[in-house]
């Protein structure tokens, strides 16, 4: 990890914060059943978010293909999301996908375009803009700031 990479190093961290807090649970015998008896429904709901974003967030940036995986409306996910972590639905997917996105382009040789069809875009330049949008820069200018 170099300096100047606090995105990457924020968002890495948000994740292996989360890995290992499902390995904790899983090999310190805890009973799932047990413990979501423990958990809120709405602790339930962000964890059931966060593996399905996990699983999903290179195929699908959609709050409404999440919250139909879940059986609940967009509107309540989005709701639930943001009263428990302070951040909403599709920030955490935007953030995802963006880490993501960073990650190829600073660890790869796979060249945008490649990138744009691993993370699901339709096109080079649809994955530009949506990168863009959410950095600042375009995903050249950010391979070539490295």
């Known amino acids: 990890m170099e300096e100047g990479n606090d995105e990457v190093i924020k968002g890495l961290s948000i994740a292996l914060s989360y890995t290992i807090t499902t390995l904790l649970k899983k090999y310190q015998g805890i009973n799932i059943g047990e413990s979501e008896k423990d958990e809120s429904r709405i602790e339930q709901l962000f964890n059931k978010f ?25 509107k309540y996910v989005s709701g639930a999301i ?19 996105a960073e990650i190829m382009l600073r660890y790869t040789e796979m060249s945008v375009q490649e ?16 990168f863009k949008q959410q950095v600042g820069i375009s995903p050249k200018q950010y391979r070539e700031k490295l």
């Open 115 to 130: 990138i744009a069809y691993a993370l699901n875009f339709p096109t080079q330049s649809a994955f530009g803009k949506y």
């Open 50 to 74: 966060m593996k399905l974003l996990e699983a999903y967030h290179t195929k699908e940036r959609s709050l409404q293909f999440y919250a139909d995986k879940m059986c609940l409306t967009p």
């Open 82 to 100: 943001k009263s428990f972590s302070g951040k909403g639905a599709l920030d955490w997917i935007n953030e995802y996908v963006v880490l993501e």
